[in-house]
């Protein structure tokens, strides 16, 4: 896929929950960014270019399904799309690609940090956040883990839906 496919996708996507000027925002500022040709990492998911725009839209396509299959209700129709397609903003400058194809840390990001990163990204860019995707995104990184019993909320979550027979889908 490359990267207009990936803006084409992306518009659709956004479009179901944004105004086409929203929407036209994003892509332009996003683009600048280099959102849809950045990797997700540097050798796990999306190890290549275009990985994080690809790990986020199956990042929201996750959260849709599971918001519709466990009723699922937040605050804002928009909830799901912005934490799915925005919690790895911050990615877009962390990665340096080598000449050999892989790529490494990049030692002169403009912000460091994960979650916190990504929500200054947004803020700087004007684009609203509530609360509630806030804690989803921050949550993403382990924010609300238990150090002292070792409690993960992610594996928490993740044995929960797998009770339920949901692990294929996340």
Known sequence: MNTNERIKIF???MGQAFSKEEVDYFVAIFRR???FTAPASTK??????????DHSLEVTKSL????KHLK???N???SPYVVGMFHDLC???NYIHNGDGTYSYNPNVTIPGHAEKSLVLLAANEIGVTEEEKACIRWH???FDDKETGTSTERLLRNSLTSCGLTRQI
């Open 91 to 93: 990615k877009c400058d």
């Open 33 to 35: 960014m280099g959102y």
């Open 76 to 78: 804002s129709k928009k």
């Open 72 to 74: 699922l209700h937040w």
């Open 44 to 53: 796990y998911h999306g190890n290549y270019e275009g990985g994080l725009f």
């Open 141 to 143: 990184m382990g924010a």
């Open 11 to 13: 518009k659709s996507l």
């Open 64 to 67: 849709l399904h599971l918001t």
